[in-house]
T-cell receptor, first 112, second 114 residues
Framework: DQQVKQNSPSLSVQEGRISILNCDYTNSMFDYFLWYKKYPAEGPTFLISISSIKDKNEDGRFTVFLNKSAKHLSLHIVPSQPGDSAVYFCAARTRGNTPLVFGKGTRLSVIA | ETGVTQSPTHLIKTRGQQVTLRCSSQSGHNTVSWYQQALGQGPQFIFQYYREEENGRGNFPPRFSGLQFPNYSSELNVNALELDDSALYLC?????????????FGPGTRLLVL
């Protein structure tokens, strides 16, 4: 039973355009959502997060949108750069000192 | 730079052997979690330690065990290794101070079981 789903295994975008990565979840008790970026041979690097009480959080080129009624979140990267090419993981957790539940990841390729 | 280090970076073992993986967290990060990432999958939660006590466990058998030490280091032990244990093992730490919502990951240990 996969509680966090990233249905697109890969995404290819031209440099300078917008990248939109999507994530769906099933557990309505999830309270906090995070996006991580992972390069080969490295651990996941925290990108941006959002609490369930918000619907948008922005940090530079990265914006995360949360639609609680649809149990959907998305990460927008504008403008996309070749260095953004990596695997992006969506993760979620419930309230308290609880572990993260990850999606399977989406591989983003930004083409120059 | 997350301040979380792991050793070794790579390891090759044979089926039936035992392995110990190590993690060193940031000072003050009193929660450490271990995850297993198989090829093509997202990280899967193994267990979590808070102030040296296990306080959460995922769907992994008892042959996966751990320890957390007062100096913010921790260990993951796996007994009776199986071929399916081949994966990237990630350690993550966080503190509950000031919210402490974000988990910071180490670079991982890649384990190959032959």
């Amino acid at each position: 039973d996969q509680q966090v789903k990233q249905n697109s295994p890969s995404l290819s975008v031209q440099e300078g355009r917008i990248s939109i990565l999507n994530c769906d979840y099933t557990n309505s008790m999830f309270d906090y959502f995070l996006w991580y970026k992972k390069y080969p041979a490295e651990g996941p690097t925290f990108l941006i997060s959002i609490s369930s009480i918000k619907d948008k959080n922005e940090d530079g080129r990265f914006t995360v949108f949360l639609n609680k009624s649809a149990k959907h979140l998305s990460l927008h990267i504008v403008p996309s750069q070749p260095g953004d090419s990596a695997v992006y993981f969506c993760a979620a957790r419930t309230r308290g000192n609880t572990p993260l539940v990850f999606g399977k990841g989406t591989r983003l390729s930004v083409i120059a | 730079e997350t301040g979380v280090t792991q050793s070794p970076t790579h390891l090759i073992k044979t089926r039936g052997q035992q392995v110990t993986l190590r993690c060193s967290s940031q000072s003050g990060h009193n929660t450490v979690s271990w995850y297993q990432q198989a090829l093509g999958q997202g990280p899967q939660f193994i267990f979590q330690y808070y102030r040296e006590e296990e306080n959460g466990r995922g769907n992994f058998p008892p042959r996966f065990s751990g320890l957390q030490f007062p100096n913010y280091s921790s260990e993951l032990n796996v007994n009776a290794l199986e071929l399916d244990d081949s994966a990237l093992y990630l350690c993550a730490s966080r503190t509950l101070a000031g919210g402490g919502e974000t988990q910071y990951f180490g670079p991982g240990t890649r384990l190959l079981v032959l």
